[in-house]
C-alpha cells in the first residue's frame, strides 16, 4: 500500500536559496531509491509561516521509505548546514479523498 511522507521545515525568510540547495541533494538521493514514486515542495505564502516549506513525497511502502532512510541518507542530512532548518517529519496513509466533477 502507498503511504505519503510529510516533512515540514522551518526556513528563515532570507535563507531559501540555502535551504533549497541541500533540499534539493537529499532529494536527488530519494528520487533513485526503490519505491520512490514521486513528490512536491510546498513552500507557505506568508514568510512568516512557522513551517514555510513542506515536503510531501509519495512510496510504494512504508518498508520501501525506511530503506531509503540507509546510510547515505543520514550522512547528508547530519550535516552542520541542516541544524539551522528543522523539521516535522511523519509517514501517512490516506484515509480519505475527494474532488470536483469534472477533476476542477
Request: charge should be negative; aromatic fraction near 12%.
Amino acid at each position: 500500500m502507498a503511504v505519503t511522507f510529510i516533512n515540514l521545515f522551518e526556513v528563515q525568510a532570507g535563507r531559501d536559496e540555502a535551504f533549497l540547495a541541500l533540499w534539493q541533494q537529499v532529494n536527488a538521493h530519494m528520487r533513485t531509491q526503490p519505491g520512490y514514486q514521486s513528490h512536491q515542495l510546498h513552500r507557505a505564502l506568508a514568510d512568516g509561516a512557522p513551517y514555510r516549506y513542506a515536503n510531501v513525497a509519495i512510496w510504494e511502502s512504508a518498508d520501501a521509505w525506511r530503506a531509503a532512510h540507509n546510510d547515505t541518507f543520514r550522512q547528508m542530512v547530519t550535516r552542520p548546514e541542516w541544524q539551522e532548518y528543522p523539521s516535522t517529519p511523519a509517514l501517512y496513509e490516506l484515509v480519505h479523498t475527494s474532488s470536483l466533477p469534472g477533476g476542477a
